[in-house]
């Protein structure tokens, strides 16, 4: 079964230090891979995505992640944690020909100043 | 483009009573995904319409259940409402499947008294 390990429910960073927020999957098949971020009362923003070709993905707001396959891991990172930063972040997994989107338990961000 | 909205934003209802959810996603987005977002569960998956048709469930009892018409436009509907409902309702959008970027409405928070 497919599944979406994100370690660490929070993470706290001081403003301007580098963010690292840790996600694993499980997939017996090349994944589609995600990273959302969810503000207190909203939805969920996309920050990037990864389907095929550069496992160095670049994403808004100064994010980044990269594919391991041999790790089967797609870690978030950020050089620099700004206040704004601050939110829940999501990682998820859907497959080629997939209804279905399966996410992490999500991870806590506090910046602190 | 309008992004995804959802109403009612804000529900409050009574054990038993039932509840529908709109959803209408972004315009030409044929996919809608509901998830049910709760502190203890996570993101859950409810379930995917495509064209009218469901195409993924998760595993939620038949108390849940949903349709989507012909402009896209979806409803969940909860029925004999127990207090473990009480949950942010998420809505999702995309184009044809979920390895298309999913935009997600703000949600519905639903409280069970």
């Known amino acids: 079964a497919q599944s979406v390990t994100q370690l660490g429910s929070h993470v706290s960073v001081s403003e301007g230090a580098l963010v690292l927020l840790r996600c694993n999957y499980s997939s017996s098949v090349p994944p589609y891979l995600f990273w959302y971020v969810q503000y207190p009362n909203q939805g969920l923003q996309l920050l990037l995505k990864?389907?095929?070709?550069?496992?160095l993905v670049k994403g808004i707001n100064g994010f980044e992640a990269e594919f391991k396959k041999s790790e089967t891991s797609f870690h978030l990172t950020k050089p620099s944690a700004h206040m704004s930063d601050a939110a829940e972040y999501f990682c998820?997994?859907?497959?080629?020909?997939?209804?279905?989107?399966?996410f992490g338990a999500g991870t806590r961000l506090f910046v602190k100043a | 483009k309008a992004g995804v909205t959802q109403t009612p934003r804000y529900l409050i209802k009574t054990r038993g009573q039932q509840v529908t959810l709109s959803c209408s996603p972004i315009s030409g987005h044929r996919s809608v995904s509901w998830y049910q977002q709760t502190p203890g569960q996570g993101l859950q998956f409810l379930f995917e319409y495509f064209s009218e048709t469901q195409r993924n469930k998760g595993n939620f009892p038949g108390r849940f259940s949903g349709r989507q018409f012909s402009n896209s436009r979806s409803e969940m509907n909860v029925s004999t409402l127990e207090l473990g409902d009480s949950a942010l309702y998420l809505c999702a959008s995309s184009l044809e499947t979920s390895t298309d970027t999913q935009y997600f409405g703000p949600g519905t928070r639903l409280t069970v008294l």
């Open positions: 998820a997994v859907t497959y080629t020909g997939g209804f279905k989107t399966i």
């Open positions: 990864y389907t095929t070709g550069a496992t």
